[in-house]
């Protein structure tokens, strides 16, 4: 696990210079170990966090000939069969690394080498022989690749804050990207805040040639052709790939860890992982303190779990105390970004970095396997959609809008508002109401009127509905799940994962993601993930086999902070003090709008916290980072 940066083109004699403060700015993600290549035409350099090859794989790393030199993010999980197979082909190897397979692998195949690689990873590979440069995402996006063109020299990175040391004029707000950014908790690719640098989108790559041309592509993408198999052996069929997912992402040189959240996914990870291993497995847990909603806190069903398989077990809990950490999970961002699970995912990786380099995680397996009360909220809607709509509109949505929200900062009545809300819209634009956290109007009240001005809202939300009608599945179900693995999935979930394990220089590995077992589930039937109102069927079933039936079929919690309860008590007046210095006219957001949602939010009268706290992390964000409109 690393990070990665560099530029192509001539930069002359402060190439070395640059590509040095690029590299240093990565230093928490590869703090064992650094390493750089510059000629006339190119410079790559990474930090390395030593897990494969400890003493033998420092980077860059070259072929036999010194003409192809590669630096390395993530992990390749069929690293020992390509090696054996390119062993045999008459390449050799002067290391154990499977990043060495990488160099070899592309003198073996030119680029169509992407599609031979399980793995997670953002490389660069350059060729010194036809001054070009490959660069790669893998395909769900596990890893971050970001690229900045300036003066006809492309610039990448794994973070930001390398680009930017780069290149110091990098401070152009990117108004879709902001609203986007409101609208969503995130920012999808290819776009950040900056209007400079963009993300290479996941399973895309880029070359880059001697003549200024850059070339992008899409190499992989899911597809759901259906398999017409019985339930039973579609049981059969994912236990075989979950643990041969698992299987392959035990490698490593050092102990591997586990976060434990308590429910189904990490479980079936954590059980599935600890017999293949020869010493106990440390699992990872977190709880809350303060007037959290109870229902978040899972830590006995994660003790039970431990208990019966033998884990080491380690638990925290968090308290809303969000100030303390706020600068750091900017600092790691570099960008807005407003998931609050942001909170608990800091806590656990900070602990787990304590004893481990690297932990599995149960993230994916609620897109692969239809987990989230969105996707049952959607599968319903289908049916309500045969309502009389003028009932909908004239009594039941009216009555849904004006329930109260519950004093404990659960998530029932928002998801019934933001139901009836969408639910007779046209099918890809009722799954993205599902999914914005802020709608257009409650984004054009927040807005100053020049930012506001300035907005395509119809592109914001086609971000989303875009994914959703490029599906090739005629189930919407399906295209539902193509749209989250194509936003939420990368620049949220895989996103907040990377970016705050790295801070604590962790690497997560996300087995139930691996994309054999992707391609696997989309073939499945959508019935097989949600039915009569329930999700995960078929994995509840197959975890039936390996976990008590409590940690099953209890309520699902999800892995995030009591955000809801925290702002209209502990963070009430941090909310009120970060709200306290904006401007109510002529600024980007208007503060007295501000004010008076987290009152309104306080006294109960509606459930504002995602806005609350998207706004409280762009002010921080703002202060913290130059930027111009």
């Given at each position: 696990m690393c990070?990665i940066c560099g530029?192509?083109?001539?930069l002359?004699s402060?190439?070395?210079?640059?590509?040095?403060?690029?590299?240093?700015?990565?230093f928490?993600?590869?703090p064992?170990?650094?390493?750089s290549?510059?000629d006339?035409?190119a410079?790559?350099?990474m930090r390395?966090?030593?897990?494969?090859?400890?003493?033998?794989?420092?980077q860059?790393i070259?072929?036999?000939?010194r003409?192809i030199?590669?630096v390395f993010?993530?992990?390749?999980y069929n690293h020992?069969?390509?090696?054996?197979e390119?062993l045999?082909?008459?390449h050799?190897f002067q290391?154990?690394?499977d990043?060495?397979?990488?160099?070899?692998?592309y003198e073996e195949?030119s680029?169509?080498?992407l599609?031979?690689?399980?793995?997670m990873?953002a490389f660069a590979?350059?060729?010194?022989k036809?001054?070009?440069?490959?660069?790669?995402?893998?395909r769900?996006?596990?890893?971050?690749?970001f690229y900045?063109r300036?003066?006809?020299?492309t610039y990448?990175a794994?973070?930001i804050k390398?680009?930017?040391?780069?290149l110091?004029?990098?401070s152009?707000l990117?108004?879709?990207?902001?609203?986007a950014y409101?609208a969503?908790?995130?920012?999808p690719a290819?776009?950040?805040i900056?209007?400079e640098?963009r993300?290479?989108e996941?399973g895309h790559?880029?070359?880059l040639?001697?003549?200024g041309?850059?070339?992008g592509?899409k190499?992989?993408?899911v597809?759901?052709s259906?398999?017409?198999?019985?339930?039973?052996?579609?049981?059969e069929?994912a236990?075989a790939a979950?643990q041969?997912?698992v299987s392959?992402?035990l490698?490593s040189d050092?102990p591997v860890g586990a976060?434990l959240?308590?429910?189904?996914?990490?479980?079936l990870?954590?059980a599935?992982a600890?017999?293949?291993?020869d010493y106990?497995?440390?699992t990872?847990t977190?709880?809350?303190?303060?007037?959290?909603?109870p229902?978040l806190?899972?830590r006995q069903?994660?003790?039970d779990l431990?208990d019966r398989?033998?884990?080491?077990y380690r638990?925290?809990?968090?308290?809303?105390?969000?100030?303390?950490i706020a600068?750091d999970v900017?600092?790691a961002?570099?960008?807005?970004?407003?998931?609050?699970?942001?909170?608990?995912?800091?806590y656990?990786?900070?602990?787990?970095a304590e004893?481990?380099?690297?932990?599995?995680?149960?993230l994916?397996?609620?897109?692969?396997?239809g987990g989230?009360?969105?996707?049952?909220?959607y599968d319903?809607s289908?049916r309500?959609?045969a309502?009389?709509?003028?009932l909908?509109r004239l009594l039941i949505d009216p009555v849904?809008?004006?329930l109260p929200?519950?004093?404990?900062g659960?998530?029932?009545?928002?998801?019934l508002?933001r139901?009836?809300a969408?639910?007779l819209l046209?099918p890809?634009r009722r799954?993205?109401?599902?999914?914005?956290?802020?709608?257009v109007?409650?984004?054009?009240?927040l807005?100053?009127p020049?930012l506001?001005?300035?907005?395509?809202?119809d592109?914001?939300?086609a971000l989303m509905?875009?994914h959703?009608?490029?599906c090739?599945?005629?189930d919407?179900?399906d295209?539902v799940f193509?749209?989250d693995?194509?936003?939420?999935l990368?620049?949220?979930i895989?996103?907040l994962s990377d970016?705050i394990?790295?801070w604590h220089?962790?690497?997560?590995r996300?087995?139930?993601i691996?994309?054999q077992?992707?391609?696997?589930?989309?073939?499945?039937p959508?019935?097989?993930?949600i039915?009569?109102?329930?999700?995960?069927?078929?994995?509840?079933r197959l975890a039936?086999?390996y976990?008590?039936?409590?940690?099953?079929?209890?309520?699902k919690q999800?892995f995030?902070?009591p955000?809801?309860?925290?702002?209209?008590?502990?963070?009430?007046?941090y909310?009120?003090?970060?709200?306290?210095?904006t401007e109510?006219?002529?600024?980007?957001?208007r503060?007295d709008?501000?004010?008076?949602k987290l009152q309104?939010?306080?006294l109960g009268?509606?459930?504002?916290?995602k806005l609350?706290?998207?706004s409280?992390?762009?002010?921080l964000w703002?202060k913290?980072?130059?930027w111009?409109?």
């Amino acid at each position: 696990m690393c990070g990665i940066c560099g530029y192509f083109g001539n930069l002359g004699s402060s190439g070395a210079s640059v590509l040095e403060r690029m590299n240093t700015r990565l230093f928490r993600r590869g703090p064992d170990d650094g390493g750089s290549f510059v000629d006339d035409h190119a410079g790559i350099a990474m930090r390395r966090l030593s897990i494969q090859d400890v003493s033998g794989g420092h980077q860059p790393i070259f072929n036999e000939d010194r003409s192809i030199a590669v630096v390395f993010n993530g992990e390749i999980y069929n690293h020992i069969e390509l090696r054996n197979e390119l062993l045999a082909r008459g390449h050799h190897f002067q290391t154990r690394s499977d990043t060495e397979v990488l160099v070899h692998l592309y003198e073996e195949y030119s680029e169509t080498m992407l599609t031979r690689l399980r793995g997670m990873f953002a490389f660069a590979i350059y060729d010194l022989k036809k001054k070009t440069l490959l660069l790669a995402r893998d395909r769900l996006g596990i890893k971050p690749l970001f690229y900045a063109r300036h003066n006809g020299i492309t610039y990448f990175a794994s973070e930001i804050k390398a680009l930017r040391e780069a290149l110091p004029t990098i401070s152009n707000l990117d108004v879709q990207a902001l609203d986007a950014y409101f609208a969503y908790g995130y920012i999808p690719a290819p776009l950040t805040i900056f209007k400079e640098v963009r993300k290479l989108e996941p399973g895309h790559a880029m070359m880059l040639t001697g003549d200024g041309k850059a070339r992008g592509w899409k190499y992989w993408d899911v597809s759901f052709s259906k398999a017409n198999l019985s339930e039973s052996a579609w049981i059969e069929k994912a236990d075989a790939a979950i643990q041969s997912a698992v299987s392959s992402h035990l490698i490593s040189d050092v102990p591997v860890g586990a976060f434990l959240s308590g429910g189904v996914d990490s479980g079936l990870v954590g059980a599935l992982a600890a017999p293949a291993l020869d010493y106990p497995l440390e699992t990872f847990t977190i709880g809350f303190e303060g007037r959290a909603q109870p229902l978040l806190d899972e830590r006995q069903y994660a003790k039970d779990l431990a208990d019966r398989y033998g884990f080491v077990y380690r638990e925290y809990a968090v308290r809303p105390d969000f100030e303390s950490i706020a600068t750091d999970v900017l600092d790691a961002f570099d960008e807005p970004f407003a998931d609050d699970s942001v909170i608990p995912s800091y806590y656990v990786s900070k602990l787990a970095a304590e004893s481990v380099k690297v932990v599995l995680s149960g993230l994916g397996g609620d897109e692969l396997f239809g987990g989230y009360q969105r996707y049952i909220g959607y599968d319903l809607s289908r049916r309500y959609q045969a309502m009389p709509s003028f009932l909908h509109r004239l009594l039941i949505d009216p009555v849904l809008q004006r329930l109260p929200e519950p004093r404990s900062g659960g998530d029932r009545v928002d998801h019934l508002k933001r139901f009836s809300a969408s639910a007779l819209l046209p099918p890809a634009r009722r799954y993205a109401g599902y999914v914005t956290a802020l709608g257009v109007d409650e984004r054009r009240a927040l807005y100053g009127p020049a930012l506001a001005s300035m907005i395509d809202f119809d592109a914001t939300e086609a971000l989303m509905t875009d994914h959703f009608d490029r599906c090739d599945s005629s189930d919407e179900m399906d295209r539902v799940f193509y749209t989250d693995f194509k936003t939420y999935l990368p620049e949220d979930i895989l996103a907040l994962s990377d970016r705050i394990s790295m801070w604590h220089s962790l690497e997560v590995r996300v087995p139930l993601i691996d994309h054999q077992l992707v391609e696997l589930a989309a073939t499945m039937p959508s019935t097989l993930k949600i039915k009569g109102g329930q999700g995960k069927v078929l994995l509840k079933r197959l975890a039936e086999k390996y976990l008590p039936s409590p940690m099953i079929y209890h309520r699902k919690q999800g892995f995030e902070a009591p955000m809801g309860a925290w702002l209209r008590n502990e963070l009430y007046d941090y909310a009120k003090q970060t709200f306290a210095d904006t401007e109510s006219s002529g600024s980007l957001i208007r503060g007295d709008f501000l004010r008076e949602k987290l009152q309104e939010h306080k006294l109960g009268v509606r459930k504002n916290n995602k806005l609350l706290f998207s706004s409280i992390m762009f002010l921080l964000w703002s202060k913290r980072f130059g930027w111009s409109l």
